[in-house]
């Protein structure tokens, strides 16, 4: 049987039975649409977290009090020692390459001002931050390098706390309350936005100094330390451990790359993205029934058809693989179909709901166009089986 007519054959077959077969490669269609729209969020996501997450680069190493440490997440604070004090801040800027070190306390409180109030929350860092974190300042300066022990009452307002409190007044100079303590506005940052669902707007920054006795802390919640870009962040942590264990006399802290992070997240992303790609699948397992049932009944149909070519010289192989051809043919046109609604959906739904990140990744689509074939391939060979074991004579006596 020559590929022109083992083509024709298989095609003839798909359009004798229109209906069916539309129905049939609509299971696969459903299926491989599933897989394609469930990736695309999957995926979206993926890349939007791991964007916000990098936003404050790659080159920061965390720092938290504990010897506690899952896979490179620390949970420290829970298993704390020994603190960790400014002192430890200021010391481990000897480290080789290190540009800047940002002790951080964080909390929420009470804000007033202008005659306003607010509750936000409140950073107790120093002067590094906003290189350390790509922040900007709008208007003034950031806090100034004072003694860290005893730094003066100086306040920076994020943009969401400006325009509460100073909706059409210039906020500099102006004195300002943070749980009761007086602070002067000296500053206030660009927007930000929101990073990983934390609003990093809607804030004021004050001397961590000040931070430790206003949430009535003995240390810091963290230290961040930021290396210079492309330095061997292997020897910045060995320095790092060192000047702590030199300072401590033990190993009681966890320090944490932003790559062991990112490793670590992209990690649980992965496996989310995979999750939703075997739910989809599952629907594509329900189409290779749908072939299966359709196959089998055809040849039931055509038992005198096989008859024949059987009687013309056609091979068990050659029926074998006519009947595989078909299911393949239907497999194949439903994929395809379902990568069209998959991919359109997809982009559809990105434009009605713009805050959804939406990402095809097309290894996803390759994969899923080839399963549904392997689907047909397999949902087909039983029937196929079947059909090459027919007798001749018996298949054209039932004709």
Same mark, same amino acid.
Request: charged share 15%.
């Given at each position: 049987?020559?590929?022109?007519?083992? +083509?024709?054959?298989?095609?003839?077959?798909?359009?004798?039975?229109?209906?069916?077969?539309?129905? +049939? @490669?609509?299971?696969?269609?459903?299926?491989?649409?599933?897989?394609?729209?469930?990736?695309?969020?999957?995926?979206?996501?993926?890349?939007?977290?791991?964007?916000?997450?990098? !936003?404050?680069?790659?080159?920061?190493?965390?720092?938290?009090?504990?010897?506690?440490?899952?896979? /490179?997440?620390?949970?420290?604070?829970?298993?704390?020692?020994?603190?960790?004090?400014?002192?430890?801040?200021? #010391?481990?800027?000897?480290?080789?390459?290190?540009?800047?070190?940002?002790?951080? $306390?964080?909390?929420?409180?009470?804000?007033?001002?202008?005659?306003?109030?607010?509750? +936000?929350?409140?950073?107790?860092?120093?002067?590094?931050?906003?290189? /350390?974190?790509?922040?900007?300042?709008?208007?003034?300066?950031?806090?100034?390098?004072?003694?860290?022990?005893?730094?003066?009452?100086?306040?920076?307002?994020?943009?969401?706390?400006?325009?509460?409190?100073?909706?059409? +007044?210039?906020?500099?100079?102006?004195?300002?309350?943070?749980?009761?303590?007086?602070?002067?506005?000296?500053?206030?940052?660009?927007?930000?936005?929101?990073?990983?669902? $934390?609003?990093?707007?809607?804030?004021?920054?004050?001397?961590? /100094?000040?931070?430790? &006795?206003?949430?009535?802390?003995?240390?810091?919640?963290?230290?961040?330390?930021?290396?210079?870009?492309?330095?061997?962040?292997?020897?910045?942590? &060995?320095?790092?451990?060192?000047?702590?264990?030199?300072?401590?006399?033990?190993?009681?802290?966890?320090?944490?790359? !932003? !790559?062991?992070?990112?490793?670590?997240?992209?990690?649980?992303?992965?496996?989310?993205?995979?999750?939703?790609?075997?739910?989809?699948?599952?629907?594509?397992? *329900?189409?290779?029934?749908?072939?299966?049932?359709?196959?089998?009944? %055809?040849?039931?149909?055509?038992?005198?058809?096989?008859? *024949?070519?059987?009687?013309?010289? #056609?091979?068990?192989?050659?029926?074998?693989?006519?009947?595989?051809?078909?299911?393949?043919?239907?497999?194949?046109?439903?994929?395809? @179909?379902?990568?069209?609604?998959?991919?359109?959906? &997809? !982009?559809?739904?990105?434009?009605?709901?713009?805050?959804?990140?939406?990402?095809?990744?097309?290894?996803?689509?390759?994969?899923?166009?080839?399963?549904?074939? /392997?689907?047909?391939?397999?949902?087909?060979?039983?029937?196929?089986?079947?059909?090459?074991?027919?007798?001749?004579?018996? %298949?054209?006596?039932?004709?």
């Amino acid at each position: 049987m020559h590929i022109r007519d083992f +083509t024709h054959l298989s095609i003839s077959a798909f359009l004798a039975y229109r209906l069916r077969s539309l129905l +049939t @490669a609509l299971g696969i269609a459903v299926g491989v649409a599933s897989v394609v729209l469930l990736t695309s969020i999957g995926e979206g996501i993926h890349q939007f977290v791991l964007a916000e997450f990098s !936003q404050f680069g790659t080159n920061i190493i965390g720092i938290n009090p504990g010897r506690a440490t899952t896979h /490179g997440v620390s949970v420290g604070m829970f298993g704390s020692v020994q603190p960790l004090t400014l002192e430890d801040s200021e #010391a481990l800027r000897r480290v080789p390459y290190v540009v800047a070190v940002v002790p951080a $306390v964080q909390g929420n409180a009470e804000v007033e001002a202008n005659g306003r109030s607010r509750r +936000t929350t409140v950073y107790g860092v120093n002067e590094d931050f906003p290189e /350390g974190f790509h922040l900007q300042v709008a208007a003034g300066r950031f806090l100034p390098a004072d003694d860290p022990d005893s730094p003066r009452a100086f306040a920076v307002l994020g943009s969401t706390v400006r325009e509460a409190l100073f909706p059409r +007044t210039n906020p500099l100079g102006r004195v300002m309350r943070v749980s009761g303590e007086r602070y002067r506005i000296i500053g206030s940052m660009a927007s930000k936005g929101q990073i990983l669902g $934390v609003d990093m707007d809607d804030s004021v920054f004050i001397p961590a /100094g000040r931070s430790l &006795a206003l949430f009535n802390r003995d240390g810091l919640m963290e230290v961040d330390v930021i290396y210079r870009e492309g330095a061997p962040v292997d020897e910045v942590v &060995a320095g790092i451990k060192r000047i702590l264990m030199s300072r401590h006399g033990r190993d009681d802290f966890t320090v944490t790359t !932003q !790559q062991q992070m990112m490793d670590v997240l992209g990690s649980v992303l992965d496996i989310l993205t995979f999750a939703v790609a075997a739910l989809g699948g599952v629907s594509l397992l *329900v189409g290779s029934v749908g072939i299966f049932t359709i196959m089998t009944i %055809a040849v039931t149909e055509r038992t005198g058809e096989i008859g *024949v070519f059987r009687a013309l010289g #056609a091979t068990r192989q050659q029926i074998l693989g006519l009947f595989l051809g078909e299911a393949m043919v239907l497999a194949a046109m439903g994929g395809l @179909a379902g990568l069209v609604i998959g991919v359109g959906g &997809a !982009q559809l739904l990105h434009l009605f709901v713009p805050a959804l990140p939406v990402h095809t990744p097309w290894i996803y689509v390759l994969l899923a166009e080839l399963l549904a074939i /392997g689907i047909g391939l397999m949902a087909g060979v039983l029937p196929a089986l079947r059909a090459a074991r027919f007798d001749p004579i018996e %298949a054209l006596r039932e004709e």
